[in-house]
């Protein structure tokens, strides 16, 4: 059927790599829902407290969630559900779907992590390749000790000092919240540093290496001026590289934001993944790592893509095949 | 990359614009809560930050007030007949709930019956109606129709229970608007208010806030504040922190941040402070370990335990000694009872008599708890050791593991509460220790005490009543059955241009007559 109407390759590689999404979604669901059944810790204690032992109001709230049900049953129930979009009941707000518990929290998390992004990547970009370019000059070193005291410095410690600084002291924005501007304003600044000085060693380093290139000595040997040489064939050498590491700086960015919501108070799916595992609410965990690995696998989708696009060799080599 | 930026920072804007401040009420008191409440719904909820909130938006047949006095709130008096086995309640009139329809006996019985009705998916409150004639019909789905409530006219109603049951007046059962459902259908809650209190739900934006506005037309009078709303703040540090910065007027202190908030000479004069009405005690279960089943051993291990370091050190001064099993503030607490002392010599001398002399003879026992009591534990197992001599382990178990083996009665010994579900000494008498409760932890027996509660249940004379509540008490003091462990306190902070937030054992009263200046 594919070789009959001409898809393009390209098409044809997205297709083939989403097909192989499925085991690895398939995978997941059984394993959160194993994990989750494997725990300490009966729901309905969850959900009732010391109140269980009441037994009517136990039995009634074990048959709600299907509780009482085999365990093949359960799963099926929850993977159909989960297909249709519906990851079951929360444990915590008894009653209410976990889609429901989780609707706002959705589009603010990866908001978040957007704008820390967008703030990381110039701002790391920049100051690698600075300290590339000005090696070993006190502009290099410099860099590189902000960089290691970015990486190092906790950010719960940078969050305190700059809450302490500009919302107690200074009184410019405010402690806690989401939905203004001001209120966005620290959490990104703080969930970008970690990320903008990973980024920034990243570049310095491909950088540093692209500098020695053959192709740089020629570009300069041509009469090439300096920031063309850089800016133009170096910069895209590093390109490739550094979207690789996508996925890892996506994974600390993730990572960071669960500190990061619970200290600003931002009701993302960080600080509801964090409460739920508190609370015991594994519904509401579960459809939350099921969410992310969709996430991650779509990040990675993208960055191959991404890549493939950018780099006319890779491009060659791969849809090729 | 500088148009990602933009586009944030544009999608950021109209974040901020779609939630503008505007909306919402101008003077309104601002408290945290430390979660979402699981439901707004008066019928379905059982959770605490819920009823934190509902309590503002709801009233029953009377309220209370600090120093644990009862007074007439939805009702404004009542009979009681053969001899407690009915009630005629006198209902107050011209009470409007907020839809603007006006609250009446059939308002009462339409609660009751869908408190009861099984597909309500009701929280706790619904066992408070267990002894309503036809409760048991109800909540099987044989019938709708409530049989124990007669609505007599418009403002009286009268109920009949199947055993004596004089307290049902004071029992936390919110009245609801009969005509709701029929007006909105079944999602009628992020739409409505169904309630009668000073305020009026608005209101929720989930992981946020609760917003609450004022109801002008309340029947104590409008309140002086535009409304109250709840910020969702899970963690106590970023509360404390808002409420430093002027983003909150009153902060409800939990344990996290009790010491922060002690040691602060700033706080000094903005702190409320008030014994939790929570009855804790030391579980000592007779059937798992032989040694409790002697008076002697029960009574030493009481005696072992030095309460007044226990609140100073551990609890940093935020707990309260507790002699007895009832709670100041409560109707019924006695305040005469003796001190508990620290006596190791005692105990030690007891611990002897019983036949294990320097703990000799006894089979190590572990003590178990939840994390968050940790601490706690560990100071008793060591001191027993050092006082008594006993081996005891500590074991940490996490909360659901914890009382599903309660449930089955598995667990030996252990620091456990009970927190009162409405303000009288019944509710730790009949829950903690009365034989069938299934709350008994310790599966503690005595057919006597069980008679006097049965005898307080049918007892209309307050006095009367409070002398048996006194009686039950002494008998499980005088049969060491458990040893009383402090209460924690109840802790609160409000600013200094806030007035008239009041403290109760049971948490912050309802905000109807607090003032902004």
Known sequence: MLRSISVPPIFKFILRRMMGMLPILALVLVVTFLAAHALPGDPVQVMLSDHSANLQMALRLRAQYGLDQPLWRQFIAYAVGVLHGDFGLSFLQVGVPVTEVLREAVTISPLLALAALALALPLGTLAGVLAAVRRNTWVDHTIIVVLVAGLSIPNFAIATFLVYSFALKLEILPVAGWGSLEQAVLPVVVLAIPSAAYIARLARTFMLEALQQDYIRTARAKGLRERLVIGRHALRNIAVPLMTSAGVIFGGLVSNAFVVETIFNIPGLGRIAIDSIFARDYPVTMAIVVLFTVFFLFINLAVDFACVMIDPRLRARTLAS | ?517
């Open chain 2, 1 to 517: 990359m500088g148009e990602y930026w933009h586009s944030a920072a544009i999608l950021a804007l109209g974040l901020g614009i779609l939630s503008a401040p505007g909306m919402l009420p101008a003077h309104a008191l601002r408290v945290n809560v430390e979660a979402d409440p699981a439901t707004m719904d008066s019928i379905a909820s059982s959770d605490k930050v819920a009823n934190v909130i509902l309590k503002n938006v709801y009233e029953g047949f009377t309220g209370e007030r600090g120093d644990g006095t009862i007074v007439p709130a939805l009702a404004t008096s009542w009979d009681v007949l053969s001899q407690g086995k009915a009630i005629r309640f006198h209902l107050r009139t011209g009470v409007l709930f907020h839809s603007g329809r006006a609250f009446t006996a059939k308002d009462v019985k339409y609660t009751f019956e869908t408190l009861l009705a099984p597909e309500s998916r009701s929280g706790v409150t619904a066992e408070y109606l267990d002894d309503v004639v036809g409760a048991a019909d109800v909540r099987s789905g044989k019938t709708k129709e409530l049989e124990g409530v007669r609505i007599i006219d418009d403002h009286t109603v009268e109920i009949r229970f199947t055993k004596p049951d004089v307290l049902f007046p004071i029992y936390p059962i919110q009245f609801m608007d009969s005509g709701i459902v029929a007006e909105l259908g079944p999602d009628w809650m992020s739409k409505a208010s169904a309630g009668t209190g000073a305020f009026k739900f608005k209101r929720w934006r989930r992981g946020e806030e609760v917003d609450l506005e004022a109801n002008q037309s309340y029947w104590g009078g409008a309140p002086k504040i535009d409304g109250v709303r709840f910020l969702i703040v899970p963690n106590l540090d970023t509360a404390l922190s808002q409420y430093d910065a002027g983003e909150l007027d009153v902060l409800d202190v939990q344990e996290a941040i009790f010491r922060r908030v002690l040691r602060d000479a700033r706080y000094a004069d903005q702190i409320q402070k008030t014994p939790r009405a929570q009855s804790r005690y030391l579980g000592m279960n007779q059937n798992l370990y032989a040694p409790f089943k002697d008076i002697r051993v029960r009574q030493a291990i009481s005696l072992s335990i030095d309460r007044d370091a226990l609140i100073r050190g551990l609890y940093d001064g935020a707990a309260y000694p507790l002699n007895g099993v009832i709670t100041p503030g409560i109707e019924g607490f006695n305040p005469d009872l003796p001190a508990l002392k620290y006596d190791p010599e005692k105990a030690r001398k007891l611990l002897a008599q019983a036949g294990y002399p320097g703990g000799k003879g006894m089979p190590p026992i572990d003590i178990s708890c939840t994390p968050p009591y940790k601490d706690e534990i560990t100071y008793y197992a060591s001191q027993f050791h050092r006082v008594l001599g006993m081996h005891v382990t500590v074991n940490v178990v996490e909360r659901t593991t914890f009382i599903r083996e309660m449930n089955i009665g598995k667990v030996a010994f252990f620091p456990w509460g009970w927190t009162a579900g409405y303000p009288d000494a019944l509710s730790y008498l009949l829950e903690m220790w009365y034989g069938r409760s299934p709350y008994n932890r310790s599966q503690w027996r005595n057919a006597r005490y069980d008679a006097v509660i049965d005898e307080a249940q049918a007892t209309v004379d307050s006095r009367q009543r409070f002398a048996l509540y006194h009686t039950a008490e002494k008998i499980l003091m005088d049969d060491w059955v458990t040893a009383p462990l402090p209460m924690t306190a109840i802790i609160g902070l409000r600013k200094p241009n806030v007035k008239n937030v009041r403290l109760t054992p049971f948490g912050f009263e309802p905000f109807k007559d607090v003032e902004i200046h």
